[in-house]
T-cell receptor
Framework: GNSVTQMEGPVTLSEEAFLTINCTYT??????LFWYVQYPGEGLQLLLK?????DKGSNKGFEATYRKETTSFHLEKGSVQVSDSAVYFC?????????????FGTGTRLQVTL | DGGITQSPKYLFRKEGQNVTLSCEQN?????MYWYRQDPGQGLRLIYY???????QKGDIAEGYSVSREKKESFPLTVTSAQKNPTAFYLC????????????????FGSGTRLTVV
């Protein structure tokens, strides 16, 4: 079946540090890949997405590249801010062209300190 | 603005009671979903519906029921058969483009935190 594996948290960084949160997936066919962010007490917000191999999703300084050869979609940001503290979820949608179900990773908590 | 509205934000349930969580969307999305979130376990799918008057069980449907009488609404009932209902519940909706074969991902509500007292 489909699965998403994320690095365990929490990840604690100082402000302006470089961020990487690893995400690998297992799926058949050509999944779409997503990163969602959840701030305390809130729902999930779509951060970025990529729908085919070698696509790069980007938003608010975050980037992730769809690597089919390594089945990965690692999230990166060059300089984190305290306001980036949240839980980040990697997810995949396995079937292009249908309203298919998302499979989520377990989430990685990021804490950014001054 | 379009979006998903979940209500109430906080809900308390006594042992043996059924409670219903509301989810309404004005995004004209075809599909709607209910997820349960527990600490350290990510999101688990309870039920989903791809079209009005049709829905399917997700991974943890036991003790829950849903209906999809209108495109905009997908209420979730937590029944007394659900033995451990304390959790954060998230509703979501999605759309897709068949021509481009592209899934436009989910839009999530702000969640309902259910506590058994």
């Amino acid at each position: 079946g489909n699965s998403v594996t994320q690095m365990e948290g929490p990840v604690t960084l100082s402000e302006e540090a470089f961020l990487t949160i690893n995400c690998t997936y297992t799926a058949t066919g050509y999944p779409s890949l997503f990163w969602y962010v959840q701030y305390p007490g809130e729902g999930l917000q779509l951060l970025l997405k990529a729908t085919k191999a070698d696509d790069k999703g980007s938003n608010k300084g975050f980037e992730a590249t769809y690597r089919k050869e390594t089945t990965s979609f690692h999230l990166e940001k060059g300089s984190v801010q305290v306001s980036d503290s949240a839980v980040y979820f990697c997810a995949l949608s396995p079937t292009p062209g249908t309203a298919s179900k998302l499979t989520f990773g377990t989430g990685t908590r990021l804490q950014v300190t001054l | 603005d379009g979006g998903i509205t979940q209500s109430p934000k906080y809900l308390f349930r006594k042992e043996g009671q059924n409670v219903t969580l509301s989810c309404e969307q004005n995004l004209n999305h075809d599909a709607m979903y209910w997820y349960r979130q527990d600490p350290g376990q990510g999101l688990r799918l309870i039920y989903y519906s791809q079209i009005v008057n049709d829905f399917q069980k997700g991974d943890i449907a036991e003790g829950y029921s849903v209906s999809r009488e209108k495109k905009e609404s997908f209420p979730l009932t937590v029944t007394s058969a659900q033995k451990n209902p304390t959790a954060f519940y998230l509703c979501a909706s999605s759309t897709y483009d068949r021509e481009k074969l592209s899934n436009y991902g989910y839009t999530f509500g702000s969640g309902t935190r259910l506590t058994v007292v």
